[in-house]
């Protein structure tokens, strides 16, 4: 339980360096992958028990999801970001159950912070 606290303390608190280097890895995500874990991210970022991201990351992931560019490298990054804030343990646990591309970016998101 402590562990989970101290990662959404982290994700609450992470800085614009942390978030540029895991948006850096999300740049070369493959298509395939996107299809994977987007959507998934995509439900736990709207079913987070902390409610709606009600915030300009919440209104980027709508606009996103609306013009059906929500499996894209942005989306994917927006969506990291929003995972990190509302579930950070979800967020784990959906890039390490995807395929070994998105196990590896769970690994390198979990450096950075």
Known sequence: MEH???MEEEAEGITDAQRAQIYEFARGTSKETLEEV???LLRLALE???GVLKNQLGNVIFHLQKTERIETVIGL???IDAALIVAPEELYKIL????EEAQELAKKVKGVL
């Open 48 to 50: 987070s028990e902390k």
């Open 96 to 99: 390490e159950s995807a395929d």
């Open 4 to 6: 989970i606290q101290k």
């Open 77 to 79: 990054q927006k969506l």
């Open 38 to 40: 987007c959507p998934a």
